[in-house]
């Protein structure tokens, strides 16, 4: 038997508008008479309907989620610091990946559709490569939009960003201060990158800083990927006698170079040092165990859930723009030398 509000009202003798509250958890229902309610619904196994809930609060009690990928290392700790959040307040999450097989350009349309035509209430978005005219179609849906790891606060919408540069920075003066390495190579990720590009800037300001110049014959450009750090060894193969350490602007292209390193029978962390960042979940675990910088990708994840709820439950109280920078650590291990 499918129970309706009115039904349990019967039921429960009391009026609807009193088993809606009790439903929602007002104190303005006696405790007896919420013990009533509830074991009825219990009773019969009553499940509100979605959508008559949604109509009525104006609300759909969904977020939307879009990555890029759920197979990198941290992907899946960003949708976990997002669930914690969202499903504590009873909201649901919508996940949109950009690499499922289609166009991203199609990808993308899909998910600033469901922003557009508010089949959600909330959005937060991790875009590497977004345009900037996407970004000006999300600012004027009107909803409360997040963005991870980009700064669009010149266009109205928040973000929550990740210090890269300061952090490629510690990792070279550990380099140096502690091992008075002074050639050191970089490899950098994607051209499309902004992470890539603040780790490189962090990598070079620290170098000048201890009075080291950047060779650009010791910088090389690579994917991201495990396989792009395989490949890329073959060009730093023709650099090894001249290098102390190689600084990969990820932990899979360390791994790929790493790898390559072995059927060589070069020595990590004694002939020469190979270092990462992101603190992949495998990094502690590989033989050497990797030198990197931990990203806090569960914190990002966290941090934007709670933003969006404070906009959409408070749309008049955060109207201006944030962007909320969050600290990386060093974490040492041995295939730096260490």
Known sequence: MKLTISQIAKLAGVSKSTVSRALNGSEYVSE????????IIRKYDYVPDSKAVSLSKKKTFTVGLVLPSTSGPFYGEVIRGVEE???AKKYFTLLTILDSGQDVKQARKRYLSMIREKRVDGAIVFDPTVDKTT??????SKIPIVF??????DFGIDSVMVDNLSGSARMVDHLVEVHGYKRIAFVKGPEVSDDSEQRFQGFVESLKRHNLCCDDLLVFNSDFTFEGGRKVFQELRKKLNKLEAIFCANDEMALGIIEEMKKEGIQIGKDIAVVGFDDAFWS????????TVHQPMYEVGKISAQRVLERINNPDVFKDP???MLQTQLVVRKSCGC
């Open 32 to 39: 007896k008479t919420k013990r009533r309610i509830l074991e």
């Open 85 to 87: 959040v969202l499903s």
């Open 135 to 140: 970004v000006h179609k999300l600012s004027e």
């Open 148 to 153: 991870l790891l980009k700064d669009f606060q």
């Open 284 to 291: 502690a675990y590989i033989d050497p165990p990797l030198t």
């Open 322 to 324: 944030v962007k909320i």
